[in-house]
């Protein structure tokens, strides 16, 4: 059983195109992370839900747009992709601060 | 605000030497902390935390790492490298209150030379 999965595992689009990344956790987790990993590997927090409610918002572009339909589902959606938004991004799930995080096996999104 | 220095972007030792990696913090309130393993092209798999209580903190595939709260630190070790422990490793660190969010150190490259 997939602990935390995302779709598609590879995304190559071009320039200007609109794409969205699904992220599911069976956890029963009540809160989902989106983390950018950059080509140094460094990952950096985009947003945090917490049963539905956005509770962290990273100064990431406005371009960039979460969606949780529910506690075990948060996708993102990126409307005008630029060649700097190539990264693997992860989704993750924990109960809470005191727990570890799961993450996803991420996302390769490569944009042209 | 909390964030995470790892001391060293790459090492390499030799299999069965010991394996230490060095990660400091800081924290404006009491810390949670934490190492992942990240193998190529894979997602994040915890390797061991520390929340409170006992200091030193036992993990997966033989690792351990002790808070030091005077130091601000949370080293990793492993008595004996295995090629398999061949992986980028990341320390990371949330508070205990406030915002929900792991702040990950850049990463250390650990390589196994046989």
């Known amino acids: 059983d997939t602990a935390v999965s995302q779709t598609p595992k590879y995304l190559v689009t071009q320039m200007g195109n609109d794409k969205s990344i699904k992220c599911e956790q069976n956890?029963?987790?009540?809160?989902m992370y989106w983390y950018k990993q950059d080509s140094k590997k460094f990952l950096k927090i985009m947003f945090s839900?917490?049963?539905?409610?956005?509770?962290i918002n990273e100064t990431v572009p406005n371009r960039f747009s979460p969606k949780s339909p529910d506690k075990a589902h948060l996708n993102l959606h990126i409307n005008s992709l630029e060649l700097g938004d190539s990264a693997v991004y992860f989704c993750?799930?924990?109960?809470?601060?005191?727990?570890?995080?799961?993450f996803g096996p991420g996302t390769r999104l490569t944009v042209t | 605000a909390q964030s995470v220095t790892q001391l060293g972007s790459h090492v390499s030792v030799s299999e069965g030497a010991l394996v230490l990696l060095r990660c400091n913090y800081s924290?404006?309130?009491?810390?949670?902390l934490f190492w992942y393993v990240q193998y190529p092209n894979q997602g994040l798999q915890l390797l061991l935390k520390?929340?409170?209580?006992?200091?030193l903190v036992k993990g997966i595939n033989g690792f351990e790492a002790e808070f030091k709260k005077s130091e601000t630190s949370f080293h990793l070790t492993k008595p004996s490298a295995h090629m398999s422990d061949a992986a980028e490793y990341f320390c990371?660190?949330?508070?205990?209150?406030?915002?929900?969010?792991?702040?990950f150190g850049q990463g250390t490259r650990l390589t196994i030379n046989p």
């Open positions: 990371a660190v949330s508070g205990s209150r406030g915002a929900q969010k792991l702040v």
């Open positions: 993750a799930s924990s109960q809470n601060a005191a727990h570890e995080q799961y």
């Open positions: 956890l029963g987790h009540d809160t």
């Open positions: 839900y917490n049963n539905k409610e956005l509770i």
């Open positions: 520390y929340t409170t209580g006992a200091t």
């Open positions: 924290s404006s309130v009491p810390p949670y």
